[in-house]
Structures are given as structure tokens and as C-alpha cells.
């Protein structure tokens, strides 16, 4: 039986969806946004500012990059260790569904883990994604679709030296637009029976 599940996902392909249920069929713990949340409490930092960095590199090197974001910097690393530290933490006591946050890096050597990629074709993310906010437009969906994917791909490679949404770097890569939610959550509560 594996332990602990990590799941990547581009934004709207139902990875948390699917990772909640079979954390929920498998009696194991659930994590995903409460990771950063208490790295940053571990590390007395600015919540808002926190939430800002959620799976985002914590600057912007180059011409463009300003002295303030420069100045920032250690405070983007200290969270990333923290919540690094974190994710060790919750894969040593496993029975875990880790959503997002690099977790499939750094948990790569812990015995019996999946990780797991979810993806979709961008109309059926954008179908899916407007079921979910039925009161945001279409451009604004498409806008978060781009900017989140485009934030974790940097935040993938900035951290790992990997590349997001590689299938050399999971298990498993799942097509939510062509297996559905329902057959993605039988297919790894199959697995990590």
C-alpha cells in the first residue's frame, strides 16, 4: 500500500478535487494551502504576505527586478525552507494526500509514495473551472488559468531544477479531460490500495 500520494495539477484540472476524495477513501490526512499556512507560522511571518508567495518564486531576477523585491528575497527562501521542512515532516508520518507545493521533489526518496500529475485540455479546465465560479468571466478564468500555470511552472524549476508537468518527474500522469474526476480518483484509490 503506498503511504503518501503527492499530486501536481495545472490550475482547473480537479487535482484537488480528486486528491481530497482519495484521501477521503483511503483514511489518510489531506493537505494542500494549510502546508503554507503553517510554514509561515512556524517562521513568525506576514500571513497576507505568505499568501502572496503560495507556490510562486519569491523574485524575479533580471533588469526588471527592483530593489524591493531584492529585499524580499530571504524572506521567499525562509518560507520555502519552512515549508519544505513541513512537507518532510507530514511525509514521515504518512498516510498523506499532499496537493501542490513541490512535494513530489522533495518527498522523491520517501518509500511507498505516488506522485502524481493531473492535467486537462484548456476547455475542459475552463468548463470545469466555471462550474466551480460560476460568477467570474471567461477572460478572468483564462487570465488565472495562464498566470497560476505560468507562477508554478517558476516556482517548479526555481526550487527543484525540475520541470512542472514533466511525466519523467512523477509516477503517473493523469488526463482529467479524458478520463474524468471519477476514473482519476478510482485509478489512484486502485493504486495505493
Keep these: 500500500m503506498k503511504r503518501i500520494i503527492t499530486i501536481s495539477r495545472e490550475f482547473g484540472a480537479g487535482g484537488g478535487s480528486i486528491g481530497s476524495v482519495v484521501a477521503k477513501k483511503l483514511g489518510f490526512e489531506y493537505y494542500d494551502k494549510e502546508i503554507i499556512l503553517k510554514a509561515a507560522r512556524k517562521s513568525n511571518m506576514d500571513m497576507d504576505r505568505v499568501l502572496k508567495w503560495d507556490e510562486k518564486v519569491p523574485s524575479n531576477f533580471g533588469f526588471a527586478q527592483s530593489l524591493f523585491d531584492f529585499y524580499n528575497r530571504p524572506q521567499g527562501e525562509k518560507l520555502y525552507a ?10 514521515e508520518k504518512g498516510k498523506c494526500v ?3 507545493r513541490n512535494a513530489n521533489t522533495i518527498l522523491k526518496n520517501f518509500e511507498d509514495s505516488l506522485h502524481v500529475f493531473v492535467y486537462a485540455d484548456p476547455y475542459w479546465r475552463m468548463e470545469h473551472m466555471k462550474a466551480k465560479m460560476p460568477d467570474t468571466t471567461e477572460a478572468k478564468i483564462s487570465e488565472e488559468m495562464h498566470t497560476i500555470d505560468r507562477a508554478r511552472k517558476k516556482f517548479c524549476s526555481y526550487y527543484t531544477n525540475t520541470e512542472f508537468g514533466v ?9 482529467a479531460s479524458t478520463l474524468g474526476i471519477d476514473n482519476c480518483i478510482d485509478i489512484l484509490y486502485q493504486l495505493c490500495k
Excluded at 167 to 175: G, K, S, V
Design 167 to 175: 511525466a519523467d518527474y512523477y509516477d503517473i500522469c493523469l488526463n
Design 98 to 100: 499532499i496537493v501542490g
Design 82 to 91: 519552512a515549508q519544505e521542512a513541513i512537507i518532510r515532516e507530514i511525509g
